[in-house]
């Protein structure tokens, strides 16, 4: 007796077992939730020469603050670390008053990242998920005033802080940059598809109001572009010299501006000048190393949702 193969009937599904499947395509991964991709060696390399590339400004700071001048300005400038780089670390020190000048610095950059966080977080909330009259129009207003030159505003904000009493003084930096057009729309963008509406329409179900929300709600969604935020605002509020050059004076700088002393000179000495940048650069590296991990698993947090 011959065994013939099930005829399909229009209508009809055959069973599982005689249905036709169609083979596998070979995955290239294994499966499960997390893969990570296996880098080669072209990966490596490059890995390798960005690295190289990002921390050699850093290092030959290192080599210059540790010569003297005539050897850091020979035509065969050296490549290892020498023996002076104390000594020019307290001689910049003492030359531009870094003592008084970091603390300004501090509290200037602490200020504004705090004011900054605060006031971009509510406004980014508010656009994000507040249905008011005129929110498109002040969005785009937000964002118009990122096409201007900070500096055609130099002279109307230099003679307001003057009219007000500012002048010379940390407030003239600290309250022109409490809030910023860019951490508006960055906070805005992460928090319309962080936040979902479910979760505010739950919290004023249960009684809660807007400051409320904010508190329990925004501000624990929020907390991965913070980071982030707050991270890029510290670090520009140090390294800003344009503004804080105009506004304050050599008896009230910020670290900037008291670096700036140092070359100020005629014949300014440039491991001295190196001993200085390197002073400037070192609270950045502590302030990374203590709070990046939290700063890398806020980006982290942010980029994998799940």
């Not at 193969?5 to 499966?31: E, N, Q």
Request: net charge positive; charged share 10%.
């Amino acid at each position: 007796m011959t065994i013939t193969s099930p005829t399909k009937v229009p209508g009809t599904v055959l069973p599982a077992h005689t249905a036709h499947r169609a083979p596998k395509r070979p995955s290239r991964f294994k499966p499960g939730a997390g893969q990570q991709l296996k880098g080669g060696p072209f990966a490596y390399i490059a890995l390798t020469v960005v690295g190289i590339g990002s921390l050699l400004p850093l290092y030959w700071t290192l080599v210059a603050a540790s010569h003297t001048q005539d050897e850091v300005l020979a035509s065969t400038p050296p490549f290892l670390p020498g023996g002076r780089l104390f000594h020019n670390l307290e001689a910049a020190w003492d030359q531009a008053h870094l003592g008084k000048a970091i603390l300004n610095s501090f509290i200037v950059s602490s200020c504004i990242t705090v004011a900054t966080l605060f006031f971009c977080t509510l406004a980014g909330y508010a656009f994000a998920k507040m249905r008011f009259r005129g929110r498109g129009a002040l969005m785009t207003g937000v964002i118009a005033t990122l096409t201007i030159p900070p500096q055609l505003s130099v002279v109307p904000l230099f003679m307001m802080m003057a009219d007000l009493g500012w002048g010379g003084n940390l407030e003239s930096v600290i309250f022109p940059t409490l809030v910023s057009a860019f951490g508006v729309f960055f906070m805005r963008q992460y928090l319309i598809e962080a936040l979902p509406y479910e979760l505010i329409e739950a919290a004023k179900i249960d009684g809660a109001n807007n400051f409320r929300i904010v508190l329990s709600v925004v501000l624990p969604v929020a907390r991965p572009a913070m980071m982030v935020l707050g991270m890029l605002t510290f670090v520009q509020a140090w390294n800003d010299f344009f503004w804080p050059y105009l506004a304050l004076n050599q008896q009230n700088p910020t670290l900037q501006v008291a670096l700036g002393q140092l070359k100020a000179s005629y014949t300014p000495d440039e491991s001295i000048v190196m001993a200085g940048a390197l002073i400037s650069t070192l609270p950045l590296l502590v302030v990374f190393v203590v709070f990046g991990k939290q700063i890398v698993g806020g980006i982290m947090s942010g980029a994998v949702k799940g």
